[in-house]
């Protein structure tokens, strides 16, 4: 049973600015890794190449094959001066989204962002926290306005001047990204190469959860059970299923990397898409996942509280203080921890 006295605060931790990863690692799978053995209680440090020595062939590594799109567009009001930035989160249909508007209060229902010559977005609602309603109209197509005009969306704390853009843009993306539809990067992936996916003796299989703002926003409750997750779709193939069952009934563990593959594996149980708006936090009883690759979060997220859930809070909370004084680096661009 899920704790339900938890608070927000219960998951802060302190962290210089410094540790916040402004940049990747000059190769993928050199990041540090940190690994957790929850039965013992132990933490070792070790490179993200090393993961591959705590994997067998009885094991299955599940990974997040979703694609980052160019979700970030820079505009200005249409008959004006103003410069507004908009943040795709989720598609209603071929050409509507809901998104984050930066500075909503500049636009009102029915304004207009011209975001290209032929490329407009028209506020059709205006919802809580910055969020906003938009039907697109374009002349070359939407997909392909979208292609010309937009950006992959780095996480705010990460300052990428325009020379580092388009490198960081392509290290913001999976070796094995396939399916576009996220607006923000399953961050644990990051670390894999091609080479060393095929040096890992465990079985590999992916599914797809395309991850959004929602993972990401902050909870400004008090307590955590009264936050609500932002539903993300999700679609798991039968073939991913049978490997799930079939490693699970030989013995072998079911290792998900990142918290996204993790939050799918605990909702899915039938092939197809769907959506999710799973919340796990300490006192959930995991029932697929038996291992888990992840990065280091920030305080008082909802991974925070996934990851708390998985390992437990005192665990969660030695291995983050170590990190801290083992100055790894910290969230998107940083280093990693697979917890076992």
């Known amino acids: 049973m899920q704790n339900t006295g938890l608070k927000t605060s219960d998951f802060d931790y302190y962290l210089p600015q410094e540790l916040i990863a402004q940049h990747p690692a000059d190769r993928r799978d050199h990041s540090r890794l940190m690994v957790i ?190 936050h609500k997750m932002h539903p993300e779709e999700y679609e798991i193939s039968e073939k991913s299923l049978v490997s799930i069952r079939r490693t699970r009934d030989n013995g072998g563990r079911i290792i998900a990397v990142g918290t996204t593959s993790a939050r799918l594996l605990e909702s899915a149980n039938i092939p197809g898409t769907g959506t999710t708006d799973i919340f796990i936090y300490p006192g959930y009883q995991f029932k697929v996942v038996d291992a888990l690759v992840t990065n280091f979060h920030l305080p008082k997220s909802t991974l925070m509280m996934l990851v708390s859930a998985f390992a437990g809070i005192d665990l969660i909370k030695k291995a983050y203080d170590e990190a801290v004084k083992e100055k790894y680096r910290f969230f998107s661009f940083g280093d990693a921890m697979l917890i076992l």
């Open 37 to 226: 053995d929850r039965r013992k209680g132990t933490i070792e440090h070790k490179i993200f190449n090393n993961i591959k020595d705590h994997m067998n062939s009885d094991d299955l590594l599940v990974l997040n094959d979703t694609k980052v799109i160019p979700a970030r567009l820079h505009g200005k009001k249409y008959g004006g001066s103003a410069e507004i930035e908009v943040l795709l989160d989720k598609r209603l249909d071929e050409r509507t989204w809901e998104a984050l508007i930066r500075p909503a209060k500049r636009l009102d229902i029915g304004g207009i962002i011209e975001l290209g010559k032929g490329f407009y977005a028209e506020v059709r609602e205006k919802l809580p926290d910055g969020k906003a309603i938009l039907s697109f109209a374009s002349i070359g197509g939407f997909e392909k306005e979208l292609k010309t005009h937009g950006n992959v969306p780095l996480p705010p704390y990460i300052s990428a001047d325009s020379s580092q853009l388009t490198a960081f843009s392509k290290r913001y993306q999976t070796v094995y990204a396939e399916n576009e539809g996220a607006t923000a990067a399953p961050t644990a992936g990051l670390h894999f190469t091609k080479e060393l996916l095929r040096s890992i003796k465990a079985k590999k299989t992916y599914v797809t959860l395309h991850t959004g703002y929602g993972t990401f926003a902050p909870v400004r409750t008090e307590l955590i059970m009264e």
